[in-house]
Each structure stands twice: as structure tokens, then as C-alpha cells.
């Protein structure tokens, strides 16, 4: 599922899954090229849900780390910037990233 995070002034369009019962989320952009990963709106997920995958060029990246394992070399061996998550009363609250992006 998608959605807007203001970081750093920009309201960035990012992404959360649930993973074995886990959650996670990530900035919605690919560290092959700085596109969005769903070309097909919110299908994240490749390999029965094993990996995430960006569909440009098929990057897969694994969903706890969001390191990426597979596609085009340059981006083998980097990771997706991840959001911080709280959970708190049954609800999920995204947290900016402190990191700064290489690609911005
Ligand atoms: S833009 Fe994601 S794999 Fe190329």
C-alpha cells in the first residue's frame, strides 16, 4: 500500500508491506534508476511474495532489509531507504528517514 511522507520538505510517495506478519516500508523509489517501483500501481511483491520487485527492470529486492539481490548490477548490493515505523495502539506511524538520499 502506498503513501505520501513528508521528508525533508517533499511530500514523498512511499510504500509499506506485510511481510511474514512484519512490516516494512520503504521510499517508493528504485535504487537502479530513481523511478517508482510499481509500474503496475501498488504490485510490489514478485515471486509469491518472496521478493519485492521494481517492474522497470526487475530488481528484486528483499522485503525485510531492502537489500537488492537480483536485476541490473548497479543497483545489486544496494538497499531501498527505508521508513522507520511505530507501532502504537494498533496502529502503524511512518517516521521521516534521517538519511539522505544518493539520488536526490
Ligand atoms: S528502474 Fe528499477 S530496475 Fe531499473
Known amino acids: 500500500m502506498k ?3 513528508p521528508i525533508r520538505g517533499t511530500d514523498e510517495e512511499c510504500f509499506i508491506v506485510n511481510f511474514h506478519g512484519d512490516f516494512h516500508a ?4 528504485c535504487r537502479h534508476v530513481p523511478m517508482p517501483m510499481d509500474w503496475v500501481d501498488n504490485q510490489f511483491f ?7 520487485m521494481c517492474q522497470t527492470h526487475n530488481a528484486y529486492y528483499e522485503p525485510a532489509t531492502g537489500e537488492c539481490i ?4 548497479s543497483a ?7 521508513v522507520p ?3 502504537e495502539g494498533g496502529l502503524v506511524y511512518a517516521l521521516a ?3 539522505t538520499f544518493e539520488d536526490d
Do not use: D
Open 85 to 87: 515505523l511505530e507501532i
Open 3 to 5: 503513501f505520501l511522507l
Open 26 to 29: 520503504y521510499v517508493n523509489r
Open 46 to 52: 514478485a515471486e509469491q511474495g518472496r521478493y519485492l
Open 97 to 99: 528517514p534521517e538519511q
Open 76 to 82: 545489486c548490493g544496494k538497499f531501498l531507504y527505508r
Open 70 to 73: 537480483a536485476g541490473p548490477p
